[in-house]
């Protein structure tokens, strides 16, 4: 089952787990409430892998690619690393399914805390538009990972501040919804 826990307030090195002390773990049901959806899979079977299918059936998850984020691998790493964890939005579900290593994805809570979300192989996450998340690797510095989209992918990112932009205006409404 995926872990997900508040933070600690430590501008250390972002690729630890940063967990608060006394810890305060997150459960999938405070996670929904947040517009974020989780399943677990099998990741050695995912070329082949009916419940993937159906997922993306059910929810028109249409496009996808893989990525792999690793110093060797990834063109132009230590920009896009760094872009990934500005905090920010999108106009659209970000859906990421981890394939192999990992990382955190770290989202506000309703009080703009921020809660971490460990991402292991197995893992499919959907964060919804407008939420303001970030993304690190953790300490092992690899993940490879499906990137799901709704029709064509849209990958730009508004930092914050982009409290003004249509999808958060909704996404802060849906928030009254799910309480
Ligand atoms: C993103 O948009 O933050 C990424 O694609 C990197 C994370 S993929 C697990
Ligand atoms: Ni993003």
Redesign the pocket.
């Known amino acids: 089952m995926v872990e997900a826990w508040y933070m600690d307030e430590s501008a250390d090195d972002p690729r630890r787990p940063h967990r608060a002390e006394p810890s305060r773990p997150v459960g999938l049901e405070q996670l929904r409430q947040l517009g974020v959806l989780y399943w677990k899979l099998d990741a050695d079977k995912y070329e082949n892998d009916p419940e993937l299918e159906k997922i993306r059936k059910e929810r028109n998850y249409s496009w996808m690619d893989i990525?792999t984020?690793c110093k060797d691998k990834l063109p132009n790493y230590e920009e896009?690393t760094k872009?990934?964890y500005e905090e920010h939005l999108?106009l659209d579900d970000?859906i990421?399914?981890?394939l192999d290593g990992?990382?955190y994805?770290d989202v506000r809570d309703k009080d703009d805390k921020w809660i971490r979300i460990s991402?292991q192989k197995g893992d499919l996450i959907t964060l919804p538009a407008g939420i303001y998340?970030?993304?690190t690797l953790d300490e092992r510095d690899y993940?490879k990972?499906m990137?799901l989209f709704v029709g064509d992918p849209v990958?730009t990112?508004y930092n914050r501040p982009a409290d003004h932009v249509e999808a958060r205006g909704r996404y802060v409404a849906s928030l009254a919804q799910t309480a």
């Open positions: 990525i984020i896009k872009m990934f999108h970000e990421r399914y981890v990992g990382g994805f991402m998340h970030r993304f993940v990972a990137r990958w990112a």
